[in-house]
């Protein structure tokens, strides 16, 4: 096709020559006075392909990741990302597959139609000028602890839910050959952040039993592979029996129904006779626990993140000297806990946030090797991008949702 005959922007679904860029691209995008459920949040408009800076990268959006960012971000909650990145739109997506569309000049490692995936991890231009001596030592240079580490599309203002994004180079990873456009999109801000979570920040060990909430989500599904891969015995924990094949199938050596325990989810100004219910309860399920494993044993580790209505649980089920690893607050942010059982047996609480450059890096060589596997539940359209937010905002789905852009599906 010769390049008068591409439009601009491009129709979604169509890989121009790649010596075509177009100006404009299609986008969903957030503003500030539309904040609210997705499928009112997330409206279509037509925006600027962005430039390439000197170490920058363009990339051709073939199909794109779901997460749960893009939920927070178009309800505005807890916070604004518009407040947070200052701008006036927000297009929200922090995974995708594509093809390296255009490099900026200090860019040597990747050049124009390479096939790419991209994490979702900002680094500042100087990541180390907000160290001090003590905490360089202890962080080993971790790119993290810089104040000015954020998440792509949501912390800045260009996600991927557009037909063109412009990343860092060192959020470039390649594409794994053996994947498809739409299992290579989906998994490396759930997987990487799984990764970090429990092999470097909890340092989950053969042998040992990690029990993981929302185990079929997108955190979850990684976590069950990541413990099989490393000898932990994962118990995975769901809402619906619907859900425990598929978690047997990624690794675990039980699968928990929370439904069954109805009093056990923490409440805000719960009575007395509630809170007390709920302590029995938690017993009732740290004896479920046991029954699965055979013996009276508990979790050494904790995979967090619902948060507020769970964590009471978390610390009390955990084994003396164990672990709570924690990455988000889905259900709320005052986590309430008797921290008797934290001190008395010695247990931590670890906060996490995604991955740094080198994990990101080692953890998608395990997938190029075929050891983590993606899990995608099911593929929607460009034009579906709100919808499956609104899934996801609904707890209706399972696994990974991806949406095509500019691929179509294999
Ligand atoms: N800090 C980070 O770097 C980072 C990275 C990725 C994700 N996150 C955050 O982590 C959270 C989960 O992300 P995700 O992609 O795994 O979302 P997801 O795909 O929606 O999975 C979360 C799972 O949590 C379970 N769940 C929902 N409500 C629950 C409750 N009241 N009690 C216990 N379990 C509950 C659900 O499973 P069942 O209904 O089957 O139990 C659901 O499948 C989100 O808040 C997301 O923003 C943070």
Known sequence: ??????????????????????????????????????????????????????????????????NFNGVWAGLGEPISVLDVHKGDFHIA????????????????????????????????EEPHSNMTQSNADFISYDPMVSKQAQIWGYETPN??????????VQQILKKPKHLSWEDAASYALCYFTAYRMLITKANIQPGEVVLVWGAAGGLGVFALQICKMMGAKAIAVV?????????????????????????????????EEESKLRFKEMKNFGKKIWEILGERKSPNVIFEHPGETTFPTSVFVCERFGRVVICAGTTGYDCMFDVRYLWMLQKDVIGSHFANALECVRANELVHQGLINPVVSEIFNYDEIPKAHQLMYENKHSGKMVCMVQGTKS
């Open 93 to 124: 997506g922090s995974d995708c597959s594509g093809i390296v569309w255009d490099v900026g000049s200090n860019v040597k490692s990747w050049k124009k139609g390479d096939e790419v995936i991209i994490h979702c991890g900002v680094e500042s």
């Open 239 to 271: 809402s619906s029996n619907d859900k425990f094949k598929m978690c047997e199938e990624l690794g675990a050596v039980g699968v928990i129904n929370r439904k069954d325990f109805p009093n056990l989810p923490y409440k805000k100004n719960e009575t």
């Open 159 to 168: 996600g991927c839910f557009a037909q063109f994004t412009r990343v860092q």
């Open 1 to 66: 096709m010769s390049k008068e005959s591409y439009s601009d922007p491009l129709p979604v679904g169509v890989i121009p020559d790649l010596d075509y860029t177009p100006k404009q691209m299609r986008a969903w995008v957030i503003r500030k006075e539309r904040h609210g459920e997705p499928t009112k949040s997330f409206q279509e408009e037509i925006m600027p392909v962005p430039e390439c800076g000197p170490n920058d990268v363009l990339v051709l959006v073939v199909a794109t990741g779901i």
